[in-house]
């Protein structure tokens, strides 16, 4: 089966709202003992923790919240001694899409035409990461531990998907780069496994 990018990134992570870049880092009450916490993704890679108040029956109450997670539990802290629920939500990112809560995935485009046999790119730890440009291996490659921190300390992987991208005058040599059972979707629809495990209660 085949299918477009365009169709499946849209997939990966619906949490990641641009258009929410607005509200980063701020605690929002998003309903009856619920609230929502929008971050960076360079921030959820890193571990990171945030600080915030939370207003409980006439006190305020502060927490230190990880944001590596995607929902927090605080049994009986809510309004009526009912759980508060904190939905953490990333924020679309330029680069990076985030996948199966622990994965990532990151699109690079490679001029079709090129005779490097390597390329490179800077991770968000600032790790020089090195590509083998040789067309015999797949399009899409996978790192471990190049991934968002699991709750055991472990991190998941780094998917990348490379593009070759044609010159105007290129589109022969590009068709041929590649084998054709070599289909990226085909990987990317087995990498799409969603599991919500990344949850935590206090």
């Given at each position: 089966m085949n ?62 919240i ?5 929902k ?13 629920i ?5 924020l679309?990112?330029?680069?990076y899409?985030?996948?199966n809560?622990?994965?990532?995935l ?12 390597t ?19 797949s ?29 105007v ?23 799409l ?8 209660i206090?």
């Open positions: 299918i477009l990018a365009d169709e499946i990134l849209p997939l990966f992570d619906d949490d990641q709202l641009s258009e929410n870049e607005s509200k980063i880092n701020t605690l929002i009450n998003s309903g009856f003992n619920e609230y929502t916490l929008y971050v960076n993704l360079e921030d959820v890679y890193h571990r990171k923790t945030q600080d915030h108040i939370i207003k409980v029956n006439g006190k305020n109450l502060e927490y230190n990880p944001i590596f997670y995607h927090i539990v605080l049994s009986g802290k809510g309004h009526n001694n009912q759980d508060l904190i939905q953490i939500k990333t679309k990112h330029e680069e899409y985030r996948l809560n622990y994965d990532l990151k699109r690079i485009q490679i001029k079709a035409n090129t005779s490097d046999i390329d490179s790119f800077s991770h968000l730890n600032d790790e020089e990461i090195v590509i083998d440009l040789d067309p015999r291996l399009r899409v490659r996978r790192i471990p531990d190049r991934g968002l921190s699991r709750q055991n300390g472990t991190r998941g992987y780094l998917y990348l998907w490379l593009e070759f991208v044609p010159e005058d290129e589109s022969i040599k590009y068709e041929n780069r590649w084998a054709e059972s070599d289909d990226p979707d085909i990987y990317l629809l087995d990498i496994n969603y599991d919500n495990h990344s949850n935590i206090l």
